[in-house]
């Protein structure tokens, strides 16, 4: 290749002409010495390498202190070596200037170093003819230093564009026109538009309309210069969907006119929906809360912060401020402020729900309430809280307690009923065994009353026959003998009429009788024997009792066989009392009540039930046969009334008989 021919450039001289006979040799040898010095200054100072090689032979003539110090090797080992030793890697014969006719003008290349490592540099090659022979000039400048920060230039691009391409955020650069000069993978997938979407498009084509003027107003801001730190817009997707989107916007600046903006956003529609919903849901959540129909207070601190309207009805409040900002514990009634205080001044943890409680609170105007609360630990406006829900169960305590009441009521009625059962049972048991008893008796006495007539008529005969004899000591004896005889038979023909008289319930004459009248006789007639025996009578008659429809006889008869009974158990003295009263039951007719009380040694327990048995007595033999209250049991019944005893050994007994006004029609 031809060597570069360049033309010196000026130097600022003007060279004489050596083949002017004017010219002074000893000015021109002056001249020539200053040029060659002040190309030799320039020659040791640039900063390029320079070579000066011989171009028949390739071997390096001169070299610059710079060329000495790329190359690496004592500038006394340079000169006179082959360039391709140190300067240019080619071989021999392949020289690219001398042999190959290239020309060499600023072009990338590379020097091999006397250690033989091989550097970029630039070179410039050109030709000159010194004592007569061509040389060639080599000016070469290291660029490693460029490509290294060239290199790092586009790995810190290619960071940046990898950066850019896989950032989750919408990134975008548009002209002071509006036409979008970069978008990144994330804004192309959002937006749903392709490359060839976007070289079509403007700012403004994709931002929603309602967001035109906004967006509008802030992009002039921003091309004024102003850097915006938050931006909220909506764009338009290809597919027609609204992006909610929020980011930061600035603009780049150039000789102080506007080139890009550059936007980043991140996409908030997702976001934008929950916090609808979330909106939406606490606004039903609020809804619910105010309208629910159950008392709703929430408290932190001790203080309430919220209250329902049903909580503000609860307590009889006109407004929700006469409640929140009350302290708690005003509520509460004084029995159960310790308690619950002791639980509200606990911290409060989340998603605790305390169990079922019945407490009582103080309404405004002084009442006191019963409710069942149960607290949940919530965060209320940023703080721990305790949202407590109450419901008002003072009617249904009343309610209980009457329920309670009615209970215990009922289940007195049930041992009131139970008992009656068991006693008319037992009176059932009693008239059935006293109508076996009856059948039994007829029997037997009428049995024994045909002999018992014969032995006193036969007594009577040998009476009279007796006394007609002449009167001695033996017949007096024998008269002493029949005497006690027909005694015997008359007490026992007394008997017999008595279970006669039990068995057939001989017939009852009823008229209109006062039972006050009848007691006060009976009474009379047993002063005599109750003041012998210290026995006192507290007589207690209603004189208001109506008249009953009774045999007069037979009831005295009655009454005196239960105050003898009365007066045989005191037989050192007491008290019998004796009472007459109305009785009026629901849904049953009014029945007179006589009661005789006595303070005497009682009946035991295993004996109540025989007392009404014939023969039955706890007196000694032959101080009566114990038919009185078999008897006057029979009589009561005719009456269609009832007898009944109570007793407890030691604390006397109690004989109630009871008798109805009318008698059924026969």
Same mark, same amino acid.
């Given at each position: 290749?031809?060597?570069?021919?360049?033309?010196?450039?000026?130097?600022?001289?003007?060279?004489?002409?050596?083949?002017?006979?004017?010219?002074?040799?000893?000015?021109?040898?002056?001249?020539?010495?200053?040029?060659?010095?002040?190309?030799?200054?320039?020659?040791?100072?640039?900063?390029?390498?320079?070579?000066?090689?011989?171009?028949?032979?390739?071997?390096?003539?001169?070299?610059?202190? =710079?060329?000495?110090?790329? #190359?690496?090797?004592?500038?006394?080992?340079?000169?006179?070596?082959?360039?391709?030793?140190?300067?240019?890697?080619?071989?021999?014969?392949?020289?690219?200037?001398?042999?190959?006719?290239?020309?060499?003008?600023?072009?990338?290349?590379?020097?091999? *170093?006397?250690?033989?490592?091989?550097?970029?540099?630039?070179?410039?090659?050109?030709?000159?003819?010194?004592?007569?022979?061509?040389?060639?000039?080599? #000016?070469?400048?290291?660029?490693?230093?460029?490509?290294?920060?060239?290199?790092?230039?586009?790995?810190?691009?290619?960071?940046?564009? /990898?950066?850019?391409?896989?950032?989750? /955020?919408?990134?975008?650069?548009?002209?002071?026109?509006?036409?979008?000069?970069?978008?990144?993978? &994330?804004? *192309?997938?959002?937006?749903?538009?392709?490359?060839?979407?976007?070289?079509?498009?403007?700012?403004?084509?994709?931002?929603?309309?309602?967001?035109?003027?906004?967006?509008?107003?802030?992009?002039?801001?921003?091309?004024?210069?102003?850097?915006?730190?938050?931006?909220?817009?909506?764009?338009?997707?290809?597919?027609?969907?609204?992006?909610?989107?929020?980011?930061?916007?600035?603009?780049?600046?150039? @000789?102080?006119?506007?080139?890009?903006?550059?936007?980043?956003?991140?996409?908030?529609?997702?976001?934008?929906?929950?916090?609808?919903?979330?909106?939406?849901?606490?606004?039903?959540?609020?809804?619910?809360?105010?309208?629910?129909?159950?008392?709703?207070?929430?408290?932190?601190?001790?203080?309430?912060?919220?209250?329902? $309207? !049903?909580?503000? =009805?609860?307590?009889?409040?006109?407004?929700?401020?006469?409640?929140?900002?009350?302290?708690?514990? &005003?509520?509460?009634?004084?029995?159960?402020?310790?308690?619950?205080?002791?639980?509200?001044?606990?911290?409060?943890?989340?998603?605790?729900?305390?169990?079922?409680?019945? #407490?009582?609170?103080?309404?405004? /105007? $002084?009442? &006191?309430?019963?409710?069942?609360?149960?607290?949940?630990?919530?965060?209320?406006?940023?703080?721990?809280?305790?949202?407590?829900?109450?419901?008002?169960?003072?009617?249904?305590?009343? %309610?209980?307690?009457?329920?309670? !009441?009615?209970?215990?009521?009922?289940?007195?009625?049930?041992?009131?009923?139970?008992?009656?059962?068991?006693?008319?049972?037992?009176?059932?048991?009693?008239?059935?065994?006293?109508?076996?008893?009856?059948?039994?008796?007829?029997?037997?006495?009428?049995?024994?009353?045909?002999?018992?007539? $014969?032995?006193?008529?036969?007594?009577?005969?040998?009476? =009279?026959?007796?006394?007609?004899?002449?009167?001695?000591?033996?017949?007096?004896?024998?008269?002493?003998?029949?005497?006690?005889?027909?005694?015997?038979?008359?007490?026992?023909?007394?008997?017999?009429? @008595?279970?006669?008289?039990?068995?057939?319930?001989?017939?009852?004459?009823?008229?209109?009788?006062?039972?006050?009248?009848?007691?006060?006789?009976?009474?009379?007639?047993?002063?005599?024997?109750?003041?012998?025996?210290?026995?006192?009578?507290?007589?207690?008659?209603?004189?208001?009792?109506?008249?009953?429809?009774?045999?007069? %006889?037979?009831?005295?008869?009655?009454?005196?066989?239960?105050?003898?009974?009365?007066?045989?158990?005191?037989?050192?003295?007491?008290?019998?009392? %004796?009472?007459?009263?109305?009785?009026?039951?629901?849904?049953?007719?009014?029945?007179?009540?006589?009661?005789?009380?006595?303070?005497?040694?009682? #009946?035991?327990?295993?004996?109540?039930?025989?007392?009404? /048995?014939?023969?039955?007595?706890? *007196?000694?033999?032959?101080?009566?046969?114990?038919?009185?209250?078999?008897?006057?049991?029979?009589?009561?019944?005719?009456?269609?009334?009832?007898?009944?005893?109570?007793?407890?050994?030691?604390?006397?007994?109690?004989?109630?008989?009871?008798?109805?006004?009318?008698?059924?029609?026969?």
């Amino acid at each position: 290749m031809a060597p570069t021919n360049k033309p010196a450039k000026s130097t600022g001289r003007t060279r004489p002409k050596l083949q002017d006979s004017a010219v002074d040799p000893a000015q021109v040898a002056g001249l020539l010495e200053e040029s060659q010095q002040y190309l030799a200054t320039i020659f040791a100072a640039v900063h390029d390498g320079i070579l000066v090689i011989d171009a028949a032979t390739h071997t390096i003539v001169d070299a610059n202190p =710079r060329a000495v110090e790329l #190359i690496g090797c004592p500038r006394g080992k340079i000169i006179g070596s082959v360039c391709h030793k140190f300067v240019c890697p080619a071989d021999a014969g392949n020289c690219p200037i001398t042999d190959l006719g290239q020309t060499v003008d600023s072009s990338k290349r590379t020097l091999l *170093k006397a250690n033989g490592e091989v550097i970029p540099i630039t070179k410039t090659v050109t030709s000159i003819t010194l004592h007569g022979r061509l040389h060639l000039v080599e #000016i070469f400048l290291d660029i490693s230093g460029w490509e290294r920060t060239e290199e790092s230039l586009k790995e810190s691009e290619e960071r940046c564009r /990898d950066l850019f391409e896989n950032a989750n /955020d919408l990134i975008q650069s548009v002209d002071p026109k509006g036409h979008f000069l970069y978008v990144n993978r &994330a804004w *192309k997938e959002t937006m749903g538009y392709t490359d060839k979407d976007i070289a079509r498009l403007r700012i403004f084509d994709i931002i929603a309309p309602t967001s035109q003027d906004h967006c509008l107003t802030i992009f002039q801001r921003v091309m004024s210069g102003e850097r915006i730190k938050r931006v909220d817009a909506q764009f338009v997707a290809k597919d027609g969907r609204i992006i909610d989107l929020e980011g930061s916007v600035n603009c780049n600046f150039v @000789d102080g006119k506007p080139v890009a903006t550059r936007n980043i956003f991140r996409d908030i529609t997702e976001r934008k929906r929950i916090e609808t919903e979330l909106q939406q849901s606490e606004e039903r959540y609020r809804r619910l809360v105010d309208n629910a129909p159950e008392a709703i207070l929430v408290h932190s601190e001790g203080t309430y912060v919220y209250a329902n $309207g !049903e909580a503000l =009805r609860l307590f009889g409040a006109d407004r929700p401020e006469q409640l929140v900002g009350q302290p708690v514990v &005003a509520t509460l009634h004084p029995n159960y402020r310790e308690i619950v205080m002791g639980r509200v001044q606990q911290p409060e943890q989340a998603e605790i729900v305390t169990p079922l409680r019945e #407490i009582k609170m103080v309404r405004f /105007d $002084g009442a &006191a309430i019963d409710v069942e609360a149960v607290g949940t630990s919530i965060t209320y406006q940023g703080k721990p809280a305790v949202q407590v829900i109450f419901r008002d169960i003072t009617e249904r305590k009343l %309610v209980e307690k009457e329920r309670e !009441e009615w209970n215990r009521t009922l289940e007195r009625k049930v041992e009131e009923k139970t008992r009656h059962l068991k006693e008319a049972q037992a009176k059932l048991i009693q008239s059935e065994k006293m109508a076996a008893l009856s059948e039994v008796i007829s029997g037997a006495s009428h049995e024994l009353n045909n002999p018992l007539a $014969g032995i006193l008529g036969a007594i009577q005969l040998l009476r =009279r026959s007796t006394l007609s004899k002449p009167i001695e000591p033996a017949l007096m004896d024998e008269i002493d003998v029949l005497e006690n005889i027909e005694s015997a038979a008359t007490r026992c023909q007394k008997i017999v009429e @008595d279970l006669i008289r039990f068995s057939t319930q001989a017939r009852c004459f009823f008229t209109q009788v006062d039972i006050n009248e009848v007691l006060r006789d009976t009474l009379g007639a047993m002063v005599a024997q109750f003041t012998q025996t210290a026995i006192t009578v507290s007589w207690q008659p209603n004189p208001a009792l109506p008249r009953i429809e009774g045999d007069f %006889v037979k009831l005295f008869e009655v009454f005196a066989n239960v105050l003898q009974n009365a007066a045989s158990a005191m037989p050192d003295g007491g008290t019998i009392e %004796v009472a007459t009263r109305l009785l009026k039951a629901y849904a049953k007719p009014p029945q007179l009540v006589v009661t005789i009380r006595d303070t005497g040694c009682g #009946i035991p327990a295993h004996n109540l039930g025989k007392i009404f /048995d014939p023969f039955f007595t706890t *007196k000694p033999v032959g101080k009566g046969p114990g038919l009185g209250l078999t008897v006057s049991y029979g009589i009561v019944k005719k009456h269609n009334g009832d007898i009944e005893v109570k007793s407890n050994v030691g604390k006397g007994a109690k004989v109630t008989i009871t008798l109805p006004l009318r008698q059924p029609s026969s």
